[in-house]
């Protein structure tokens, strides 16, 4: 029952602020009854007609497939397919040229290397960083291009069939293929043995000083090893043998790493994007990789390169 004079039904006025409060109590705080500012209701209104106005003309609600089209007509996406078709018929004469030209005499072009170059640097940061790094620089199991270390060759022609073709790729007839064998999983070679054609390679490649296991190391690489990576071991390139003589290791030169090559094989694989890319951009991936530092450039390819990568320093 309500006290006498006390009217329950008039809204209780905050003292200090004069403004109605809302009838509830929270130990002891009320909420005040302010309106909100005209301004700030306006702006709210104006943001609700521009809300229904941008999904009425523009891709806004999604449907099972795609989105409402809008009634203009227009979408991000539509825009970029539209420019991008506007730059590859501004470059289509380039690429064309490139595609149709020998490679190995694009070094008498100046004009088409470059763009081959900035076009292949462009095509590795989409398709190659993923294994090869940034800078090209590989890692663990994933090759340098930027050394003169190459399992099939560096020449221009010869990163171009590889790249075409890929390495280790069973379901392609003309893909790089060579297949070490497993000596000690297959039990090709004892673990004794297995052990001293370890310390064999890691003397030719003058991480060690020779030893009696190295010396007798060397008989057993003569007997299983010499015929791929030849009788001093420096590789070789129709077969994809590395040079086991010199410092650059795919997997690393420590005792345990080339004991697990030894024992276990290697065989990574290196998609081919003849599938996958046009033949122009393996050419210009080609060509940017050779021109890295490490690519078996003719004379004439060198000024090319030197220029090229002038300008890559002075870009901003």
């Not at 229904?52 to 989105?67: K, R």
């Not at 020779?210 to 070789?236: I, L, P």
């Not at 998609?271 to 210009?284: C, E, N, Q, V």
């Not at 530092?293 to 870009?315: D, F, M, Q, W, Y």
Request: charged share 20%; with cysteine; hydrophobic share 40%.
């Amino acid at each position: 029952m309500a006290e006498p004079g006390n009217d329950s039904t008039k809204p209780h006025i905050d003292e200090v602020t004069g403004t109605p409060t809302k009838g509830h109590e929270w130990d002891g705080i009320v909420e005040l009854d302010t309106p909100l500012p005209r301004w700030w209701l306006w702006t709210f209104y104006a943001c609700i007609a521009f809300a229904i106005g941008y999904v009425i003309a523009y891709p806004a609600i999604p449907m099972l497939n795609s989105a409402s089209k809008g009634l203009l007509g227009w979408s991000s996406r539509g825009d970029l397919t539209a420019e991008m078709g506007r730059e590859q018929a501004r470059m289509a004469p380039v690429v064309q040229a490139i595609a149709s030209a020998d490679i190995e005499k694009l070094a008498g072009q100046p004009k088409l290397m470059r763009a081959a170059i900035e076009g292949g640097r462009a095509a590795f940061r989409v398709n190659c960083v993923q294994c090869h790094g940034s800078g090209a620089a590989g890692a663990k199991g994933y090759p340098n291009l930027n050394d003169d270390d190459w399992l099939w060759g560096g020449d221009l022609k010869t990163i171009e069939k590889t790249l075409t073709d890929g390495i280790r790729n069973p379901d392609h007839d003309a893909t790089r293929m060579s297949l070490m064998p497993a000596f000690g999983k297959d039990q090709l070679l004892a673990a004794p043995a297995v052990d001293d054609v370890v310390a064999y390679v890691r003397t030719i490649s003058r991480q060690q000083p020779a030893d009696a296991a190295s010396r007798r190391g060397a008989t057993v690489f003569a007997d299983n090893c010499a015929v791929c990576h030849g009788a001093q071991g420096k590789g070789n390139r129709d077969l994809g043998a590395p040079n086991l003589t010199d410092g650059i290791w795919l997997y690393g030169g420590d005792t345990d790493a080339i004991h697990q090559t030894v024992w276990n094989s290697r065989r990574g694989v290196m998609p081919r994007w003849g599938d996958k890319l046009s033949p122009a951009t393996i050419r210009m991936l080609a060509v940017y990789v050779h021109s890295l530092g490490g690519g078996e450039a003719s004379p004439a390819l060198a000024p090319v390169i030197a220029a090229t990568k002038e300008e890559a320093n002075v870009r901003p």
